[in-house]
Structure formats: C-alpha cells, structure tokens
C-alpha cells in the first residue's frame, strides 16, 4: 500500500493490518492538525475533522482489527467529526461508549448527549456527526464495529435504533464495558487463540446490550458454549435417530432451548439441522448394510431403524450421498464410490 505524505514531504505508513496507534504527540506541532486530519480523520476514520481549536490539539487513539471485530478507544480534544456520504464504506454496526467527557452525535436525523457510561447506537452506512465541546476539554471513548450480520439474528429492528443512546444503567452495556476494559489490558485480544472467543462473547454481549429477543438473548448467554451445546445435541441424535417421534422440536425441548437457536447452531457448523440428521441416518443405515453380521437383515427393516419411514426417499437419498443403490452397496458394488463420500 502507498504510504500518506504529509507536510514537508516526508511518508508515515499506513496502519498494520491488526494493531495501529496514531499520536499528535508523535508528530511535530506544525504538522500535528494535517496529521490528525490525514491519517486518523480521512485514512483510519473516513472522516472529516473541524477543530473548535488549535491550541491544545491532541489525540491518542488505538485502533485493533480482529475478524468480525474492530476496536477503536482513547482520548480525542475537541472537535467536529463528519462522515458524509463519500466516505461510506462499510454496513457495520458500531456502538460508541463514553468513557469520560461528554459529546453529542447525530444520525439520520437522532441526535443524543452522551456521558460517561453512556453508548451511541451507530450505522456505518450513513453519514454521522460527532461534536466534541471545548467546554468539556476532550473526549474518552471506546468504539466496537461489527458486522451487521453478527448481530441481527438476535436484534430484530436494528434500524430503530440507529442514533439514539443506550443509558449508563443497561447491566449489559456495563459488562461488555469492563469486558473489553480486561481484554485490553491483559493484552488477551494479542492472543491468537484467544481472539475468536473474546470476539464471539463482545458480539454477544453486545446484542443483550442491544435488547435482544427472548430467543436471542437466550443465544447470547450461551455464546461462549456453542461448540460444548453442539456436541451434546449431536450426541443425543445419535442415540435418538431411530425413533419416530425424533423431530427439532423434541430435541430442543429437551434441551431447554428455542428451536431456531437449535438451528443456528446447527448452520453455524456449516450444515443445516435437517441436512446433519439426514446424513447421520444415512451413514447408520449404511454401516449396517456393510457389516457381514446383518447380512440377513432385510434393507427395508435398516432403513426403518435408521429413521427412514418412506423407502422411495430412502433409496433415492442413500444413492445420491453413496453413488450406488442400498443393495448394490450391500453386495459390495460400488462399495469404493460409497467409501469415498462417507
């Protein structure tokens, strides 16, 4: 990438892919209000800075990119700060908290005062403007972007609150405050093996922040135990795939958990809920027909026991997933096409 030139031709290179800090004070006072407009303002914010001051100019911000996550937190002196539509480039959601120091943003048509504790609810779809009062000094804040995606399923309605605030008092918001507050300073969020569960609980406790749905709130709870819920709902199918009243509502019911929150699990592993039992019905049904002890047993009873009770789709579904017939299968046709896609 090309690097910025600023003033008297010397070159700053652009920000690291995943960790960036920008500091006026790393820059010589004559060339501190380009810098702060170039690289934090139209470069790492797209946006467009109005100092109310020149004097006292000063901002240290840190900047981390984590998949599905960006963090942006530090001090900034006070000033007019706009997006407009020229400089849109993403859908991602952001919440602004307030960490110390008071500012006022507005978006499409919202505007809320902000305090320390405080959150702005943002769209990085729209343009915004952040005003930052001399009378205040400057402003402490911490930023989290995320997809809009990750957070969606579980808060319907998001557009409703695009610019409006989230108070000081949301337990949520407090929690996911202090979250991100110990991540940062124990430095976890350097962890790579670490960055994908701190990045799953954030959006997690972002959307309980975000008031979301019963059925969503109850997917944020559990956010930090999807892969140990999944592997308990996999082993229970497979001990229950035989039974007729086997079905996603049993399944769910079982668990305590709403069924679309099943699914997502379910889809989260690349796979739907349908499409999983299918296949583990089918690889049952097919390690019967390849073991000499069941060589008697008629195809329609295996078939049947798997979980199968209309032998048409189950003939059609085995020889779509194997290649070959139930009982070509069965007396080892094609046996070698059928490996290959167990």
């Known amino acids: 990438m090309d690097?910025?030139?600023l003033p008297?031709?010397?070159?700053?290179?652009?920000?690291?892919?995943?960790?960036?800090?920008?500091?006026?004070?790393?820059?010589a006072p004559k060339d501190r209000l380009e810098a702060w407009r170039e690289i934090y303002g139209r470069a790492l914010c797209k946006q467009d800075i109005e100092p109310v001051e020149t004097d006292d100019l000063h901002a240290d911000m840190l900047f981390r990119r984590l998949p599905g996550l960006g963090i942006m937190s530090g001090e900034r002196s006070a000033a007019i700060y706009r997006r407009k539509h020229c400089q849109i480039d993403s859908d991602n959601l952001f919440v602004t908290i307030g960490l110390a120091g008071n500012f006022v943003a507005e978006q499409l048509g919202r505007g809320a005062h902000m305090g320390p504790g405080d959150a702005f609810v943002g769209t990085g779809a729209e343009p915004i403007v952040a005003r930052v009062s001399k009378d205040y000094g400057s402003v402490k804040s911490l930023t989290l972007s995320v997809p809009l995606h990750a957070i969606a399923v579980a808060v319907p309605g998001l557009d409703a609150l695009y610019g409006r605030l989230i108070p000081t008092g949301n337990p949520a918001l407090r929690m996911l405050t202090r979250y991100v507050g110990v991540l940062e300073e124990t430095d976890t969020l350097a962890v790579p093996e670490l960055q994908?569960?701190?990045?799953?609980?954030?959006?997690?406790l972002l959307a309980l922040a975000l008031g979301a749905t019963r059925d969503g709130a109850v997917i944020a709870?559990?956010?930090?135990?999807?892969?140990?819920?999944?592997?308990?709902?996999?082993?229970?199918?497979?001990?229950?795939?035989g039974r007729e009243d086997f079905s996603v509502g049993a399944l769910a019911a079982r668990h305590r958990l709403p069924v679309r929150y099943v699914q997502r699990l379910f889809e989260s592993d690349g796979v739907t809920f349908?499409?999983?039992?299918?296949?583990?019905?089918l690889a049952k049904a097919y390690s019967v027909l390849t073991d000499r002890r069941f060589a008697d047993r008629p195809i329609g009873t295996i078939a049947f026991e798997a979980g199968f009770t209309n032998q048409p789709y189950f003939n059609r579904s085995f020889?779509?997933?194997?290649?070959?017939s139930p009982s070509e299968v069965r007396a080892g046709e094609g046996r070698e096409s059928a490996r290959n896609t167990n």
Do not use: N
Not at 196 to 204: G, K, P, T
Not at 221 to 241: F, N, P, S, V, Y
């Open 3 to 5: 690097d910025i030139r």
């Open 221 to 241: 709870r559990l956010g930090g135990g999807r892969a140990a819920r999944l592997r308990e709902i996999k082993a229970d199918i497979e001990q229950a795939i």
């Open 196 to 204: 994908l569960s701190a990045v799953r609980h954030i959006h997690d």
């Open 274 to 281: 349908t499409e999983f039992v299918l296949g583990r019905r």
């Open 8 to 27: 008297g031709g010397s070159a700053q290179p652009r920000p690291d892919p995943s960790v960036f800090r920008f500091s006026t004070a790393d820059y």
């Open 319 to 324: 020889r779509q997933r194997y290649g070959a």
